[in-house]
Structure formats: structure tokens, C-alpha cells
């Protein structure tokens, strides 16, 4: 353990955990995004990821807290947990879904995330919070990407699939700093943490980009010229939206702390508190060309 170790107050006092009571369609259709066929199998890449990735972290924190003692981090350790078994639970039901409207080929993907996932649960527990925290540094710039770039990404696009990418968004935005903070108590160690950055980011997305090309491929697209160029046009828009962050990531005073959250993303806790809880989580209107925050109470204009 790291005896220097010391916790740091975070802009997020309380991580929430909500339910995810998204109900999609069944005959939700698997390219959601409208004239965008790269970019709706991108993210469905990414989502095939998630009941891999997520259930990986759970365990790895949980682990990781039997040597914690600090109260406030453990508290944090908790919400983390609720708030990612909320989201994998989500994804598995929406990757059911693209697998039963037209991609049975991702259960492929699937059994290689398995594999990949069993081994990557025997390494050392450091190498484990590195490769989470790393994670987490790359999240933190898929949430700015997509929160304050919804309306070109997501206009017009599935409401239930867009929504749910987004208040996932929400909640790793509260839940940024943990990962980190777990192995700052755990290790600190610079070096370890610097390769996580980049075992974190790059395992999850080669596996996302693999979905992607897996529903390409089954499109009979990737010989077209304008799927080619949608792949270089996304890639350049990943890299130009998400590289800072790693590199900032990579800074050896780097703390998530110094990211500032979206404005979208905190008028949507507000507007979510103000919910009753027997309702159900509204949409974002993607057809709105602001597309704000689907609630009409607490938010202030
Ligand atoms: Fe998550
Ligand atoms: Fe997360």
C-alpha cells in the first residue's frame, strides 16, 4: 500500500446510483444513427465491450478495497460498483438485442472478450488498477466527446440508445476520480500507471473496434469507398476529441480531478434529482438541434 496516500475532496460530493430503466424496442434497429453506419457500429463495438469490461472493474475494486481503509474512498469504491453493474446489466440487454436484430456474428466478439477478460483477471492486482485507472483517464474524454458534441454525433439517431449512452457518460463523470484514486492508495507508482493509460484505453477500444468491423464486414461495406472514409473520419474525430486526455493522463501530476465536467452533464443531475422514483428516465430528444437535457424541472436555462 501507499502510505503517502491522502484522499482529496472531489467536485462530485455523492455518487449516485440510479436505475437504468431504459426500455428499448425490440425492433430497435442496430444502425441507430441515421446515414451513419461507421459510427452506429462503433459504439454497438464498444457496448459488446461493457458486460466484460465493467463486471472486470467491479471485481478488481472490490478486491482492491479488502486493503483500503480511508472511509470516503471506500464510499466512492461503492457508488463506483453500483454505478457500473447498472451499466453492463444495460448494455447486455441492448447487445441481446443487436445481436437478435441482424448481428448474431458479436456472440464471436463476445466469447473472444471472455477469453481476454479471464486473462487479464490473473494478472497482479497493481497491473489490474493501472489498466482500470487508465480507463477511466480515457473515459473521461469519450464523456466530454459525446456530451458536448451530442448534436452532431447523435442527431436524429435511436432516442433510447443515445440517452443511454449519455447518462452513462453522466455517471463516469461522477465516478472519475475512483479508479485513480484506488491506485494512488494501492501503488502510485508513476511508470505502472503511465502503461495502464495505455492498456486501459486501447485493449477496450481494439476490442470495440473489432465489433465494429465484425458488423462492417456483415454490411458488405468495407469496400465501399464512403464506409473507408466514414472509418478515417471517425478515427480522426476519436483521436482529435479523446488523445488530449491520455496525454494529459500520462502527466505524472496528472489527477482526474483537474477535468472539468461538462455544464450538460451537471443540469442533467440536477433534473435528474428533481425525477420521482417511480418514473421513468426520459429521453433525449434527438431531434431537438439543441438536444438539452430531458428534464424540464431543476435545470436552469
Ligand atoms: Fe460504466
Ligand atoms: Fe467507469
Same mark, same amino acid.
Given at each position: 500500500?501507499?502510505?503517502?496516500?491522502?484522499?482529496?475532496?472531489?467536485?462530485?460530493?455523492?455518487?449516485?446510483?440510479?436505475?437504468?430503466?431504459?426500455?428499448?424496442?425490440?425492433?430497435?434497429?442496430?444502425?441507430?444513427?441515421?446515414?451513419?453506419?461507421?459510427?452506429?457500429?462503433?459504439?454497438?463495438?464498444?457496448?459488446?465491450?461493457?458486460?466484460?469490461?465493467?463486471?472486470?472493474?467491479? *471485481?478488481?475494486? !472490490?478486491?482492491?478495497?479488502?486493503?483500503?481503509?480511508? $472511509?470516503?474512498?471506500?464510499?466512492?469504491?461503492? =457508488?463506483?460498483? =453500483?454505478?457500473?453493474?447498472? &451499466?453492463?446489466?444495460? &448494455?447486455? !440487454?441492448? #447487445?441481446?438485442? +443487436?445481436?437478435? #436484430?441482424?448481428?448474431?456474428?458479436?456472440?464471436?466478439?463476445?466469447?473472444?472478450?471472455?477469453?481476454?477478460?479471464?486473462? @487479464?483477471?490473473?494478472?497482479? @492486482?497493481?497491473?489490474? @488498477?493501472?489498466?482500470?485507472?487508465?480507463?477511466?483517464?480515457?473515459?473521461?474524454?469519450?464523456?466530454? /466527446?459525446?456530451?458536448? *458534441?451530442?448534436?452532431?454525433?447523435?442527431?436524429?439517431?435511436?432516442? &433510447?440508445?443515445?440517452?443511454?449512452?449519455?447518462?452513462?457518460?453522466?455517471?463516469?463523470?461522477?465516478? *472519475?476520480?475512483?479508479?485513480?484514486?484506488?491506485?494512488?492508495?494501492?501503488?502510485?507508482?508513476?511508470?505502472?500507471?503511465?502503461?495502464?493509460?495505455?492498456?486501459?484505453?486501447?485493449?477496450?477500444?481494439?476490442?470495440?473496434?473489432?465489433?465494429?468491423?465484425?458488423?462492417?464486414? *456483415?454490411?458488405?461495406?468495407?469496400?465501399? @469507398?464512403?464506409?473507408?472514409?466514414?472509418?478515417?473520419?471517425?478515427?480522426?474525430?476519436?483521436? /482529435?476529441?479523446?488523445?488530449?486526455? +491520455? +496525454?494529459?493522463?500520462?502527466?505524472? /501530476?496528472? #489527477?482526474?480531478?483537474?477535468?472539468?465536467?461538462?455544464?450538460?452533464?451537471?443540469? /442533467?443531475?440536477?433534473?435528474?434529482?428533481?425525477?420521482?422514483?417511480?418514473?421513468?428516465? $426520459?429521453?433525449?430528444?434527438? #431531434?431537438?438541434?439543441?438536444?438539452?437535457? $430531458?428534464?424540464?424541472?431543476?435545470?436552469?436555462?
Amino acid at each position: 500500500m501507499n502510505h503517502d496516500y491522502r484522499y482529496q475532496a472531489k467536485q462530485v460530493d455523492k455518487i449516485i446510483v440510479r436505475p437504468f430503466s431504459f426500455e428499448f424496442p425490440d425492433d430497435l434497429d442496430p444502425k441507430w444513427v441515421p446515414d451513419n453506419i461507421v459510427r452506429s457500429h462503433f459504439f454497438n463495438g464498444v457496448s459488446l465491450t461493457m458486460p466484460y469490461l465493467e463486471p472486470f472493474l467491479v *471485481k478488481t475494486m !472490490r478486491e482492491a478495497s479488502e486493503q483500503i481503509s480511508e $472511509p470516503k474512498l471506500l464510499e466512492d469504491i461503492r =457508488g463506483f460498483n =453500483g454505478q457500473e453493474a447498472s &451499466h453492463y446489466k444495460c &448494455h447486455r !440487454r441492448l #447487445n441481446t438485442l +443487436l445481436k437478435a #436484430n441482424g448481428y448474431p456474428e458479436f456472440e464471436e466478439v463476445e466469447a473472444r472478450l471472455d477469453a481476454t477478460y479471464k486473462r @487479464l483477471s490473473t494478472r497482479s @492486482l497493481r497491473t489490474r @488498477l493501472a489498466y482500470s485507472a487508465g480507463f477511466e483517464c480515457m473515459t473521461n474524454g469519450f464523456t466530454t /466527446w459525446l456530451i458536448n *458534441k451530442r448534436q452532431q454525433l447523435f442527431r436524429g439517431a435511436s432516442p &433510447h440508445i443515445a440517452s443511454f449512452w449519455l447518462m452513462h457518460m453522466i455517471e463516469e463523470t461522477e465516478h *472519475k476520480t475512483v479508479a485513480f484514486d484506488v491506485y494512488m492508495a494501492y501503488s502510485g507508482q508513476y511508470l505502472p500507471r503511465a502503461i495502464g493509460v495505455f492498456h486501459g484505453s486501447f485493449h477496450v477500444l481494439a476490442y470495440g473496434i473489432i465489433g465494429m468491423f465484425t458488423a462492417l464486414k *456483415k454490411d458488405g461495406k468495407l469496400s465501399e @469507398l464512403n464506409c473507408i472514409t466514414g472509418i478515417i473520419q471517425h478515427f480522426f474525430s476519436l483521436l /482529435w476529441n479523446v488523445g488530449p486526455f +491520455l +496525454l494529459r493522463a500520462l502527466l505524472p /501530476w496528472h #489527477n482526474p480531478r483537474g477535468e472539468a465536467d461538462p455544464e450538460w452533464m451537471r443540469q /442533467w443531475v440536477i433534473g435528474h434529482a428533481a425525477l420521482s422514483a417511480d418514473e421513468q428516465l $426520459p429521453l433525449v430528444d434527438t #431531434n431537438d438541434p439543441d438536444m438539452p437535457v $430531458p428534464f424540464t424541472q431543476g435545470v436552469t436555462a
